[in-house]
């Protein structure tokens, strides 16, 4: 308790504060731009914010992290292009109702729908989050392995294409991250003889390469005018029959989305497409859906604000990211000199807390802005192209060379950005390689650890109970797919 | 009539590629003195690389589809310029300085883009390179590449 009022203490602090309206406003702002995701963002202010020190910094990241997944449904509902991936389940229910003259209504249920959520994520975390890490304190390197392969087989569900790709996506992950020099020998590794990689290949310009530029060069491919926009008013505040009609909805969301957030890898747009489909299911209108139900908004808006709160547990707890978008900001903490993990609750818990409570006020920042400010905020939509784009390719060769002021992480920002363009053309997704990357230097260590506490041998993994349970739990979720079709195999022969 | 090719095999053959680069590659890392305990600098980059090779493996057995038009469209002449333009940005940088050469990127790309006039264009570039230069410079202290230009003018 005393732990929080530090947080909200810090929070008073009115150059936080000020991080924390900067980040919610900046969130909105990037999560209507078609194209520019909530991850994208993050990824290229990441430079500005080292400066910063790490409570701003983190407040400022998490704010347009929660924004950002609310500013999505504005150009979802009026313009029917999800500003951010998670709306793209609002885009079903939310455009059909503005084309019925209902805009105002479905941005208000949004706003309304995503602070519930987010704000119930948010309380889930500061309960769960300390209970999660005390019960890690017991966790030794094999513990950490065997999370970390789970994190990373999550990474199979995310995005792309297939399951295989993004499994091939996470392994060039880990090989990135062993680029530079072996901790434990002192040996070079994929260096040659390039001072710039000795240190290894940094976070940043990888970051910014795959999100921004790789999304820039595939925008430039495609070339779209600006959307047209459906006309507004105002966004209207939900009456109480349509807040009584969606609060199952609202509620059913919000648990999912905390939920499928806390898991490592699967983020806010798994939760917006699984709360939508239960939202469905489970709605006494189900005949309303696909022709514009107020339900199908407030669900699947719930599921992904409340994805953000649910993916910031594991990220924290544990420092295995809960999204794409975390292993960024678990990114951002690492080069703030901030490691997450159990150790960080007793070490800096004001620090989690000023966190947490920044992310309740950004909640609550954005329902205020998404009501009085909607109409503002979706005309962004239609800023052309062919201004917007170059300028996040000039933003990134300046974010990519500002940290470290070389010109070799503007080359490596380039790669990634061709990588990350070349990702997006083949059914690739850019988010495993990241969750890779963060989690390549913890799989190497706590592997290498777990060797020398066993002399070398493999079997002591059978000792350690909780490692052998999620190595199970791994082993299940990758053959999933093989082990459903052998049982509906053996069900069809017994038919 | 001959089946259509799966598109997997060549990105399960460039996967594999790089794998066994990177394989390759773990030979030419310095010796680590023999004796210590656990795995060395090698192993564990040699891991990842077989299980790559197994991954691409499995893509490759696995049929893909061509990408539509719309997931992936056709590059076409003002996509390669934009490319092209982001190229020449780096060598524009060292001779220009960054401050001469955003606005001209930025000029220069809107125009390949398309829909927006020449003048709407130039007041964004000027506006944008001021606004970059006040954040960057004057707000965050931050030292840009200034290039020959820049060390010709004297800065």
Known sequence: MEAFLGGLAILVDPYVMLMVLLGTVLGIFVGALPG???????????????????VPAICFLGAIYCAANFGGSITAIMVNAPGDPSASATALEGYKMAEKGQAGLALGMSAVSSAIGGIVSVIVLIFAAPMLARAAYSFGPPEYF????FGLSMCAAIGGDSPIKNLIAAALGLLIATVGMDLTTGVERFSFGIYELSDGIGFVPVLIGLFAVGEMLDQAARRVGKAQIIHLDAARVPGWAEFKKCNRSIWIGSGIGTFIGA????????????????TRRWSKYKHEFGKGSIEGVAGPEAANN????????????LGIPGSATTAIILAALIVQGVRPGPHLFNEQPTLLYAVFASMLAANIFYLVMGLYMAKLFARISLIPPAILWPAVFVLSIIGAYGPNQSMGDVVIMLVAGVVGFLFRRTGFSPAPLIMGLVLGGMVEETLKQSLIIFGDDLTGFLGRPIALALFAVTATGLLWPVLSRLLRVARAARA | MRAARNPNHAIAAAVAAVAAAAFAGTFWFDPVP????????VDFPRLVCVLLFLLAGLLALKQGSRPSEEEAPPLDRGAWLIFGACLVFLPAMEVLGIWGAI???????????????????????IGLTVALWVVFVRIFQLTLPSGWLGAMLGR
Not at chain 1, 263 to 278: D, F, K, S
């Open chain 1, 263 to 278: 898991l490592p890898a699967l983020g806010a747009t798994t939760a917006a497409l699984i709360g939508y489909n239960e």
């Open chain 1, 146 to 149: 065997a999370l970390a392969l």
């Open chain 1, 36 to 54: 520019i995701s909530g991850s994208t963002t993050i990824a290229l202010l990441l430079p500005m914010t080292i400066a910063m020190g790490p």
């Open chain 2, 103 to 125: 606005p001209i990127f930025l000029v220069a790309t809107g125009l390949i883009w398309g829909e927006v006039p020449l003048r709407t264009l130039v007041l964004n570039a």
């Open chain 2, 34 to 41: 023999e004796g210590l305990p656990g795995l060395g600098a």
């Open chain 1, 306 to 317: 409340a994805a953000v709160g649910g993916s910031m547990v594991p990220t924290l707890a």
